[in-house]
């Protein structure tokens, strides 16, 4: 376990090294590819007031016109161990993990997303936790009861909350629950309270976006639970536990579902991973400022190295999800072994 561990650990570095070298070419290789310049990347440090000289001088200053191998050096050197930025009266150094400084704001943008993180990070827990229970329950009880009307109407509704997008359920259950009379049970848009301040608050105000975000993911869970329990539950070694006398509490359960829950644990880990990059349209349609939004924000500012550290935070929090999956495959599943 101990060697499967290490491996997997290297595997995970060695993946992340490869999504910032792509990362990096896609915003810096291909926009040199499509005529870019390293004075008009410069452009956006300086302002539109700048005269060209001035945007000459600050793309010597960034860097912007050495080798695309060097800068990309630079720029993981800066992750590993800090970084010093040139803006013209001094250097500022930015310390590890350095993923650059805003265009507009012209603050580093690590600190940024670590303060967004507990606001993307309370919206994926408590959806997760949601639509994991409710997804994983929903299609355990239909596959049971096949063909019932419990079955019909939950898969009715499983379609729905797959189908219809977030945007739509969020205002939707905004109007109603948080602006309608009498339904009014929860917090407006746009209220968020640090959990360590007052957890109560904390949930009041999540309550709403937790629901809207599990109710589309819950929703595929319920469908592909279902799917593998119907597959499992006709497997021999279900008619040997029942044969040899268990309840079946323990054969559903114990046997049934843990056969079940692969798959469902590999989809989980890569949504929840997904997740903490940022749920961008239930942040957004929520105004809540996570990661999300932030993102957003930048796209529309066209601030590159904000677009560039949700990208490699995203990036990471998969990767390490998926590694957690690996780890946890052997756990649920007997039949797995790890190799």
């Not at 800068?71 to 800066?78: I, L, P, T, V």
């Not at 992750?79 to 310390?95: F, L, Q, R, S, T």
């Not at 976006?209 to 819950?218: E, G, N, S, V």
């Not at 021999?236 to 049934?256: F, Q, S």
Request: with cysteine.
């Amino acid at each position: 376990m101990v060697t499967y561990i290490i491996r997997r650990l290297v595997w995970a570095v060695a993946m992340l090294a490869i999504v910032s070298v792509i990362t990096f070419g896609i915003f810096f290789l291909v926009p040199r590819l499509a005529g870019a310049t390293g004075e008009s990347l410069a452009a956006r440090y300086v302002g539109r007031t700048a005269t060209a000289e001035q945007v000459k001088i600050a793309a010597e200053r960034l860097g912007f016109n050495d080798p695309l191998i060097v800068q990309y050096g630079r720029f993981a050197k800066g992750i590993v161990a800090g970084a010093d930025y040139d803006y013209g009266p001094g250097k500022e150094y930015c310390p590890a993990p350095c993923l650059g400084y805003s265009f507009l704001t012209r603050l580093p943008v690590w600190p940024d997303l670590v303060n967004r993180l507990p606001v993307t990070f309370s919206l994926a827990l408590g959806a997760a936790i949601i639509w994991l229970i409710t997804g994983v329950a929903t299609g355990v009880l239909s596959a049971l009861r096949r063909g019932s009307f419990f079955d019909r109407a939950a898969m009715t509704v499983a379609l729905a909350g797959v189908s219809l997008p977030i945007f739509f359920t969020g205002i939707v259950s905004l109007v109603v629950f948080s602006y309608g009379r009498p339904f009014a049970i929860t917090a407006p848009g746009g209220t968020y309270t640090p959990f360590f301040t007052n957890p109560a608050l904390w949930a009041y105000g999540m309550i709403l976006p937790w629901i809207t975000l599990a109710f589309l993911y819950a929703a595929g869970y319920a469908r592909l639970t279902r799917s593998g329990m119907l597959e499992t539950m006709n497997e021999d070694y279900i008619r040997t536990a029942r044969a040899k006398g268990l309840t079946e509490r323990v054969v559903v359960v114990k046997h049934g579902l843990r056969g079940a829950l692969t798959p469902i644990i590999t989809i989980f880990g890569l949504d929840v991973g997904l997740l903490m990059g940022g749920a961008v349209l239930t942040e957004s349609t929520f105004s809540l400022p996570g990661i999300g939004k932030y993102a957003i924000d930048a796209i529309t500012n066209q601030d590159l190295p904000k677009v560039i550290g949700v990208t490699l935070l995203t990036a990471f929090f998969v990767v390490l999800a998926n590694l957690i999956v690996d780890l946890l495959y052997a756990v649920v599943d007997p039949r797995v072994r790890l190799v």
